[in-house]
Protein backbone atom coordinates (compact mmCIF):
# COMPACT_ATOMS: atom_id res chain seq x y z
CA UNK A 1 0.00 0.00 0.00
CA UNK A 2 1.44 3.77 -0.52
CA UNK A 3 0.64 6.72 0.74
CA UNK A 4 1.01 10.02 1.05
CA UNK A 5 -0.28 13.01 3.34
CA UNK A 6 0.18 16.88 2.74
CA UNK A 7 -0.75 19.97 3.82
CA UNK A 8 -2.98 22.32 1.50
CA UNK A 9 -2.31 25.63 3.34
CA UNK A 10 -4.42 27.75 0.95
CA UNK A 11 -7.65 25.31 1.82
CA UNK A 12 -6.53 24.98 5.45
CA UNK A 13 -6.56 21.07 5.17
CA UNK A 14 -4.51 18.35 5.48
CA UNK A 15 -4.83 15.93 2.51
CA UNK A 16 -3.95 11.94 2.71
CA UNK A 17 -4.28 9.45 -0.37
CA UNK A 18 -3.54 5.89 -0.16
CA UNK A 19 -3.56 3.52 -3.11
CA UNK A 20 -2.70 -0.24 -4.21
CA UNK A 21 -3.40 -2.94 -2.21
CA UNK A 22 -4.79 -2.73 1.62
CA UNK A 23 -2.67 -3.92 3.63
CA UNK A 24 -3.99 -3.53 7.44
CA UNK A 25 -0.21 -3.22 9.21
CA UNK A 26 0.57 -0.17 6.50
CA UNK A 27 -2.08 1.01 7.65
CA UNK A 28 -1.62 1.47 11.16
CA UNK A 29 2.32 2.76 10.17
CA UNK A 30 -0.01 5.35 7.81
CA UNK A 31 -2.20 6.14 10.61
CA UNK A 32 0.23 6.67 13.03
CA UNK A 33 2.01 8.81 10.09
CA UNK A 34 -0.62 11.46 9.95
CA UNK A 35 -0.39 11.64 13.90
CA UNK A 36 3.27 12.14 13.48
CA UNK A 37 2.68 15.05 10.74
CA UNK A 38 3.67 18.52 12.15
CA UNK A 39 0.44 19.96 10.16
CA UNK A 40 -1.67 17.61 10.74
CA UNK A 41 -1.33 17.54 14.41
CA UNK A 42 -2.02 21.36 14.44
CA UNK A 43 -5.28 20.37 14.19
CA UNK A 44 -6.28 21.06 10.52
CA UNK A 45 -9.17 19.17 9.04
CA UNK A 46 -8.38 15.84 7.15
CA UNK A 47 -9.37 14.83 3.94
CA UNK A 48 -8.30 11.04 3.73
CA UNK A 49 -8.81 9.89 0.02
CA UNK A 50 -8.85 6.07 -0.15
CA UNK A 51 -10.40 6.54 -3.69
CA UNK A 52 -7.59 4.20 -5.39
CA UNK A 53 -7.41 2.00 -2.63
CA UNK A 54 -7.71 -1.56 -3.33
CA UNK A 55 -9.68 -3.09 -0.70
CA UNK A 56 -9.71 -7.11 -0.20
CA UNK A 57 -11.77 -8.30 2.61
CA UNK A 58 -12.05 -6.27 5.48
CA UNK A 59 -13.48 -7.89 8.93
CA UNK A 60 -15.98 -6.18 11.35
CA UNK A 61 -13.07 -6.94 13.88
CA UNK A 62 -10.25 -5.24 11.41
CA UNK A 63 -12.66 -2.06 11.75
CA UNK A 64 -12.69 -2.30 14.97
CA UNK A 65 -9.25 -2.48 15.24
CA UNK A 66 -8.25 0.54 13.28
CA UNK A 67 -11.16 2.85 14.86
CA UNK A 68 -9.38 2.01 18.21
CA UNK A 69 -5.86 3.43 17.30
CA UNK A 70 -7.55 5.89 15.04
CA UNK A 71 -9.00 7.48 18.28
CA UNK A 72 -6.12 7.37 19.51
CA UNK A 73 -4.37 9.16 17.01
CA UNK A 74 -7.17 11.72 16.60
CA UNK A 75 -6.34 12.37 20.18
CA UNK A 76 -3.03 13.51 19.90
CA UNK A 77 -3.70 15.28 16.24
CA UNK A 78 -6.74 17.27 17.61
CA UNK A 79 -8.67 17.45 14.51
CA UNK A 80 -12.21 18.25 14.76
CA UNK A 81 -13.71 16.76 10.98
CA UNK A 82 -12.59 13.73 9.20
CA UNK A 83 -13.61 13.50 5.72
CA UNK A 84 -13.52 9.91 4.31
CA UNK A 85 -13.48 10.20 0.11
CA UNK A 86 -14.71 6.76 -1.48
CA UNK A 87 -15.01 5.99 -4.87
CA UNK A 88 -17.10 2.37 -5.52
CA UNK A 89 -20.09 1.33 -3.53
CA UNK A 90 -17.46 -1.30 -1.46
CA UNK A 91 -15.56 1.89 -0.22
CA UNK A 92 -18.59 4.03 0.59
CA UNK A 93 -19.86 1.30 2.17
CA UNK A 94 -17.22 0.48 3.91
CA UNK A 95 -16.44 3.89 5.07
CA UNK A 96 -20.03 4.21 6.44
CA UNK A 97 -19.23 1.40 8.68
CA UNK A 98 -16.28 2.61 10.17
CA UNK A 99 -17.94 5.72 10.65
CA UNK A 100 -20.84 4.71 12.79
CA UNK A 101 -18.18 1.49 14.39
CA UNK A 102 -15.77 4.99 15.38
CA UNK A 103 -18.81 7.37 16.45
CA UNK A 104 -17.24 5.78 20.06
CA UNK A 105 -14.10 5.75 19.80
CA UNK A 106 -12.89 9.04 17.71
CA UNK A 107 -13.06 12.53 19.24
CA UNK A 108 -13.57 14.35 15.38
CA UNK A 109 -17.17 14.06 13.21
CA UNK A 110 -16.18 11.74 10.29
CA UNK A 111 -18.23 11.74 7.23
CA UNK A 112 -18.41 9.84 4.10
CA UNK A 113 -18.09 11.46 0.29
CA UNK A 114 -18.29 10.23 -3.32
CA UNK A 115 -17.62 13.94 -4.18
CA UNK A 116 -14.07 15.84 -3.63
CA UNK A 117 -15.30 19.34 -3.67
CA UNK A 118 -18.37 18.32 -1.16
CA UNK A 119 -15.79 17.10 1.30
CA UNK A 120 -13.89 19.85 1.19
CA UNK A 121 -16.55 22.18 1.46
CA UNK A 122 -17.45 20.26 5.12
CA UNK A 123 -14.25 20.22 6.15
CA UNK A 124 -13.47 24.10 5.33
CA UNK A 125 -16.66 25.04 6.84
CA UNK A 126 -15.58 23.45 10.49
CA UNK A 127 -11.89 25.16 9.57
CA UNK A 128 -14.09 28.56 9.37
CA UNK A 129 -16.29 28.05 12.57
CA UNK A 130 -13.45 27.32 14.18
CA UNK A 131 -11.09 30.69 13.30
CA UNK A 132 -14.61 32.66 14.22
CA UNK A 133 -15.33 31.29 17.08
CA UNK A 134 -11.41 32.55 18.02
CA UNK A 135 -11.99 35.57 17.18
Same mark, same amino acid.
Given at each position: ???????? %?? =?????? *??? $? @???? *???? *?? @???????? #? !?????? &? &????? +????? /?? %?? #?? =???? %?????? =?? /? +????????? &? !? +???????????????? $? +????? !?? $?????????? #?? @????? /?? &??? /? #??
Amino acid at each position: MKSNITCD %SE =LGIVRT *EQW $E @LFSL *EEHF *EF @LQGIADDP #D !ASRGMP &L &LMDYR +QLKIP /EI %SR #DD =LEGI %SIRFGK =LI /E +QIKTGRIAL &L !A +QSDLQFGLGRQFQIIA $E +QRVPA !AI $EVFRDKVKAV #DW @LREAR /ET &LMA /E #DN
